[in-house]
């Protein structure tokens, strides 16, 4: 009978081939652990986050890692994240990376959802990359792979208020490469936005939706915190604002909608 893996890897992808760059990058690293590949493949009718909660019930590894295919791993991310497991961590993230090679559509995408998480990385830092985290597998009770979707955002809330609070590794990085047309971008923000306010549970959804008219100015100084201390960042910011505010308030609306009609909407706009 073969062992149990140590680290189940669900890996978003676009088709189950696009994740052979990622599995060959890290399998490469001798890091005396056993790897579990699950891509999870979205569909019109079945979103990612479907998905993923599809590969979170066929995962037999002790932890689980969320990458994505396009997104691969760098030099020193197996090793770093062997040794997260050794120490016992219960939960990990690593930085995100906008490579050199990154196609110009990626950056975009990379400074609206990911520049907070390219070094140096606030101590404060409150969110978890969605495409650069592994946590144990115990951690996920029952009620989680009953859902239509997993949502990493909620899970990690509710990580925290158990106490669990997922540790940054530095070494274990990733690098982005998410290219999008404006206007795919925005609709995908949109449909991003209105499934986060539908699956959202606490507070009063009325006060939210009143909320969203201001939300593409948070959203807009969250950015501006992110690149602080990043030149690079802060200047693709500046050059891109007004399609980072058109994407954020993409977001907004979807939002507004979400809280309005308590329904996702088709998932074949997210990925």
């Known amino acids: 009978m073969a062992a149990s893996p140590d680290v189940s890897i669900i890996v978003t992808a676009r088709a189950a081939c696009d994740t052979a760059l990622l599995e060959q990058t890290i399998t490469r690293a001798?890091?005396?652990?056993r790897w579990q590949l699950l891509p999870a493949v979205a569909s019109p009718s079945h979103g990612p986050f479907a998905a993923i909660r599809d590969r979170l019930n066929e995962a037999t590894g002790r932890y689980v890692a969320l990458l994505d295919a396009r997104c691969v791993p760098r030099p020193g991310w197996t090793e770093a994240m062997a040794r997260a497991i050794r120490?016992?961590?219960?939960?990990?993230f690593g930085p995100v990376m906008l490579d050199g090679t990154a196609r110009a559509q990626a950056h975009l995408p990379f400074i609206v959802e990911y520049a907070q998480f390219?070094?140096?990385v606030s101590s404060a830092l409150n969110e978890i990359p969605g495409n650069n985290f592994l946590f144990e597998r115990r951690l996920l009770d029952p009620a989680w792979l009953e859902r239509s979707e997993f949502h990493k955002t909620f899970?990690?809330?509710?990580?925290?208020?158990?106490g669990v609070e997922p540790r940054f590794v530095a070494d274990a990085a990733v690098g982005f490469d998410k290219a999008y047309p404006l206007l795919r971008y925005a609709v995908r923000r949109f449909a991003h936005g209105r499934g986060f306010a539908a699956g959202r549970s606490e507070g009063n959804r009325i006060l939210w939706a009143l909320g969203t008219p201001i939300l593409p100015f948070l959203r807009l100084l969250r950015i501006v915190r992110a690149t602080r201390g990043k030149p690079a960042a802060r200047a693709a910011l500046w050059t891109k604002s007004p399609a980072v505010v058109f994407a954020e308030t993409a977001w907004s609306l979807g939002e507004l909608v979400g809280y309005m009609t308590r329904s996702a909407g088709s998932p074949r706009f997210l990925d």
């Open 155 to 162: 899970f990690v809330d509710a990580l925290r208020r158990k």
């Open 118 to 120: 390219e070094p140096p």
């Open 87 to 92: 120490d016992g961590v219960p939960a990990a």
């Open 30 to 33: 001798d890091a005396g652990l």
